[in-house]
T-cell receptor, first 112, second 113 residues
Framework: AQSVTQLDSHVSVSEGTPVLLRCNYSSSYSPSLFWYVQHPNKGLQLLLKYTSAATLVKGINGFEAEFKKSETSFHLTKPSAHMSDAAEYFCVVRTSYDKVIFGPGTSLSVIP | NAGVTQTPKFQVLKTGQSMTLQCAQDMNHEYMSWYRQDPGMGLRLIHYSVGAGITDQGEVPNGYNVSRSTTEDFPLRLLSAAPSQTSVYFC????????????FGSGTRLTVV
């Protein structure tokens, strides 16, 4: 069975400091992994995706994530937080078109 | 603008009423799906379609019906609304079967009283 754990339900950082949002997964198959962002009262937007190519994946708005198979992790990072990064972030595991599991989400607050 | 359009944005229903949530995409995507979002639970797949005329159940299909008569449209029907169906509903689409990510609509916030 596959599952997704987002280790922090809420993360708070100061503007200009690094962001780390943690995601661990379990899957019997080689998964595709995604991070999505959801701003208040908006739909979800794809930040980045891992699909078995490079293990370090760069996304939009300066975010990146590293796939570590040995640790079954796919943590999201950004070197310097901006106020506009405040949102909900979802880690997603996909092994087939009907096996898509969303994590519960991590709420990111950015303090001025 | 190209994308996924959902209507309505907000809806209040009484228990037992029926309604259809509309979803349309103009990107010629083969794959479309419906999710519900509940606090602390992420998104859960209700139904999905890999092409016109083909639909299947996801993780939480009970109480919902879908059809896919065209590539563009994928409506979600609530046959007899229940308070447990109070949620935010998202429609998503993608090329092929979603291995490269999905495009989401802006959501429909449904309250069943």
């Amino acid at each position: 069975a596959q599952s997704v754990t987002q280790l922090d339900s809420h993360v708070s950082v100061s503007e200009g400091t690094p962001v780390l949002l943690r995601c661990n997964y379990s899957s019997s198959y080689s998964p595709s992994l995604f991070w999505y962002v959801q701003h208040p009262n908006k739909g979800l937007q794809l930040l980045l995706k891992y699909t078995s190519a490079a293990t370090l994946v760069k996304g939009i708005n300066g975010f990146e994530a590293e796939f570590k198979k040995s640790e079954t992790s796919f943590h999201l990072t950004k070197p310097s937080a901006h106020m506009s990064d405040a949102a909900e972030y979802f880690c997603v595991v996909r092994t087939s078109y009907d096996k898509v599991i969303f994590g519960p989400g991590t709420s990111l607050s950015v303090i001025p | 603008n190209a994308g996924v359009t959902q209507t309505p944005k907000f809806q209040v229903l009484k228990t037992g009423q029926s309604m259809t949530l509309q979803c349309a995409q103009d990107m010629n995507h083969e794959y479309m799906s419906w999710y519900r979002q509940d606090p602390g639970m992420g998104l859960r797949l209700i139904h999905y379609s890999v092409g016109a005329g083909i639909t299947d159940q996801g993780e939480v299909p009970n109480g919902y019906n879908v059809s896919r008569s065209t590539t563009e449209d994928f409506p979600l029907r609530l046959l007899s609304a229940a308070p447990s169906q109070t949620s935010v509903y998202f429609c998503a689409s993608s090329y092929s079967t979603g291995s490269y990510g999905y495009t989401f609509g802006s959501g429909t916030r449904l309250t069943v009283v």
